[in-house]
């Protein structure tokens, strides 16, 4: 019969080397892709805890009729799948500047995000969003836009 504390002992090693998962002290790399058009962003990446993270991209959006310049910082809670793989969700926001024919001007938005990422063995990371953004400025948008993305970042 197994001993219950040899048992004990080796769920929590097993349990803590499930969530030792690491997050890189920084990634910086860039994050392409659009829901109605291209966009292109600078990303940044910064370790807070073991699960935790800071998201900051600035980029430019373009389609039609209409071309955005935006920094969006977001919190993000991080979570190991196993094998090197990562999801993630996070929350935050957003201001830029928007030019189309005819009117020019600000916004601000609210974000989330959700995505799954892979950590390779060298200094790099891939990953996959989804950021659902709201707009708040008559002349931008004030609807809701699911902004999906593919990231690559290089780890430091």
Request: no cysteine.
């Amino acid at each position: 019969m197994i001993n219950k504390k040899l048992l004990t002992v080796v769920l929590f090693l097993i349990a803590g080397t499930i969530s030792a998962q690491e997050i890189s002290k920084n990634a910086l790399g860039l994050r392409v892709g659009d829901n109605d058009g291209f966009g292109g962003e600078i990303s940044y990446q910064r370790y807070l805890t073991d699960n935790n993270r800071l998201e900051f991209d600035l980029g430019f959006r373009n389609s039609n009729n209409l071309d955005a310049f935006k920094l969006v910082g977001l919190y993000q809670w991080v979570n190991p799948l196993g094998d090197n793989f990562n999801w993630f969700v996070g929350a935050g926001a957003g201001v830029g500047s928007y030019s189309s024919p005819g009117n020019d001007g600000s916004f601000f938005l609210a974000a989330a995000d959700l995505g799954i990422e892979y950590n390779f063995d060298i200094p790099l990371i891939m990953s996959l969003d989804v950021r659902p953004e709201l707009g708040f400025n008559d002349s931008y948008s004030d609807d809701l836009d699911f902004d999906i993305a593919l990231g690559i970042r290089y780890q430091f």
